[in-house]
């Protein structure tokens, strides 16, 4: 290999900047398997279906699947709280610590959350447990999403990354699925409004399997895109250095702000539909199906106003005739067999889809900005913290209990607020193929100084000639 081909596999900045065009031979047989992209994706979405996904599908059964959704609340709301502020420096940690190792300590904090779950069941007083494992969670998981992010918009050419986060999601959205099957075939039988300590240990054993991905994926270092190109990664010696890079992508890419607020809605919805819809209405077994079916949706980017309004209508008209005080935990709840359950389990259906669909194009529009996995975690980063902020918020009114009529117009108003704000952004600065002039972190050497681009530096050489 040559000098400039070993800088750049080492991902030097500045061999990388002059030398973009570097095209590499990748790897046949089993090893060109492993080291395929797709490969590397299907491993990632396989540790965020066994760890997110499952907590997902935990969260959906409303006050994660117990009879009082007070402690549920209160856990997700330490979780988005921790999650909120160190998901907005998990990009730095990223890049410092490396994507595999960040997702091996991210995925930790997910059995930790479920197996608290399981020590409630089994001690009623383990609530405080319960709140604290959420918080813990909320601090891994900002580490997993940044890693996630930075690997899934990074290991796809420009015009694949569309299909990698569709595969991404596809694998990731199974979690939700083989976990709601497990608390359907688990529940089904019982009329009960909590599940039983097998649901809890079924997820466990799942999500700690989840946990040992991570050391069987490939080094970032070693990966080459479909096209010959290689996934340059940086290794910047120290944290200043990293932290400094966090005010860079913002300086440099500000237009990343006006997906703030979508990225504050992201979550916001999930509360109300998990307490507010299926916890308040539905026994377990109704709540297991409607978990299990809402999971099963699939994504249409292109409704997204139409699916707002049309989903947030027809929830309205439910969300009009019951309140906290009209249906209280211990109240007979609807079942499967009641008449009027149909129609409720196509708007949970519905509400699936439409979440599937907002994650995968917020995800979308941050990988159509950059091809740089530094420059990726930071954004990552920024959407899971932004996100988190408002599901910590939504959660704690929740956990005390303010009106559902509430949570639900709050829910519909920052959805569109969300769409609003997103608009000019992706008419501005949405592209169908990014420049080095919008990578500052990629050129960014070991001190901190964003490194001139050969075409700024020509022309500084020629007006120095001049």
């Given at each position: ?21 570097t ?14 992209p ?9 540790v965020?279906f ?18 009082d ?15 909120a ?10 890049n ?13 904090g ?33 580490l997993?999403w ?6 899934m ?5 420009e015009?694949?990354?569309g299909?990698y ?21 688990q529940?089904?039988?019982?009329e ?15 999500t ?5 991905i ?20 940086h ?21 990343v ?30 709540r ?75 995800y ?18 920024f ?9 910590a ?18 829910t ?15 008419y ?5 193929h990014?420049s080095i ?30």
């Amino acid at each position: 290999m040559s000098d400039i081909a070993e800088k750049a596999y080492e991902g030097s900045d500045s061999d990388v900047v002059s030398h973009p065009e570097t095209i590499y031979e990748r790897p046949k047989g089993l090893r060109g398997l492993y080291y395929h992209p797709v490969t590397q994706i299907s491993m990632l979405g396989f540790v965020c279906f066994m760890c997110p996904g499952l907590f997902n599908a935990l969260n959906g059964l409303g006050a994660g699947g117990q009879v009082d959704s007070a402690t549920s609340a209160n856990a997700n709301s330490a979780l988005y709280s921790t999650f909120a502020f160190f998901a907005f420096f998990a990009g730095s940690i990223n890049n410092k610590l490396g994507s595999r190792l960040t997702l091996l300590i991210g995925s930790t904090g997910y059995g930790l959350y479920i197996g608290s779950y399981l020590a409630m069941n089994i001690h009623s007083n383990a609530g405080g447990f319960v709140i604290a494992a959420g918080a813990i969670l909320g601090i891994c998981a900002g580490l997993l999403w940044a890693a996630q992010g930075s690997l899934m918009l990074a290991y796809p050419t420009e015009s694949e990354k569309g299909k990698y986060i569709s595969i991404f999601w596809g694998i990731f959205n199974l979690g939700g699925v083989v976990g709601a099957a497990v608390s359907l075939g688990q529940n089904f039988h019982s009329e009960a409004n909590a599940v039983g300590n097998g649901t809890y240990i079924g997820f466990l054993v799942l999500t700690l399997i989840g946990v040992t991905i991570p050391l069987l994926m490939a080094d970032p270092h070693k990966m080459i895109r479909t096209d010959g190109t290689k996934v340059t990664t940086h290794r910047h010696p120290s944290w200043k250095v990293e932290l400094y890079g966090l005010w860079v992508t913002l300086r440099t890419d500000p237009m990343v702000l006006l997906l703030f607020p979508m990225f504050f809605a992201s979550n916001w919805f999930t509360t109300w539909q998990f307490n507010g819809y299926n916890a308040a209405l539905f026994n377990i077994r109704a709540r297991s199906m409607n978990n299990f079916a809402a999971s099963k949706s699939l994504h249409r980017l292109g409704y997204f106003l139409f699916s707002v309004f049309a989903t947030h209508i027809w929830a309205y008209f439910y969300q009009r005739d019951y309140t906290r005080e009209s249906i209280p935990p211990d109240s007979s709840k609807m079942d499967i067999h009641d008449p009027a359950y149909p129609a409720r389990i196509w708007l949970y259906i519905f509400f699936g889809a439409l979440d599937a669909a907002w994650q995968t194009y917020a995800y979308w529009m941050m990988g159509a900005m950059s091809n740089d996995p530094a420059k990726l975690a930071h954004f990552a980063g920024f959407y899971k913290s932004i996100q988190s902020a408002g599901a910590a918020g939504v959660w704690r009114a929740d956990g005390v209990k303010r009106p559902y009529m509430d949570l639900f117009l709050s829910t519909w108003v920052l959805l569109v607020a969300g769409l609003l704000f997103a608009l000019p952004m992706i008419y501005m600065r949405v592209r169908d193929h990014t420049s080095i002039e919008d990578e500052a972190l990629a050129r960014m050497d070991d001190s901190g100084a964003v490194q001139a681009t050969p075409v700024a530096r020509h022309e500084k050489d020629t007006t120095a000639a001049q």
